[in-house]
């Protein structure tokens, strides 16, 4: 739930998408849910035969990696993702 709620944040910033199969897609975020399955409007890609797309869904198991602009709200997420695993690791242990 907090990489979804990070998201949510998100909505209405573009973000750049790059796929598994190394497609490259770009756009406005409209939409995420809990499966972090994305909806993109004003979408941008080389892929000739998707130029004309203006509306895209995005399946969250599809994607490889999503670039961000760099802000406070990523350096928290980062920590907190940290400090999960780090408790979990504690508790282990």
Do not use: W
């Amino acid at each position: 739930m907090l990489f979804y709620e990070f998201f949510l944040t998100k909505i209405d910033t573009k973000i750049n998408i790059t796929l598994k199969n190394n497609m490259k897609i770009s756009g406005l975020l409209i939409n995420v849910d809990p499966y972090l399955n994305l909806c993109l409007k004003e979408v941008e890609t080389a892929e000739i035969s998707l130029q004309q797309m203006k509306i895209c869904s995005v399946r969250g198991l599809a994607i490889k990696s999503i670039e961000l602009d760099i802000d406070d709200k990523l350096e928290r997420l980062n920590h907190g993702s940290r400090l999960c695993i780090s408790d979990l690791q504690k508790i282990n242990n």
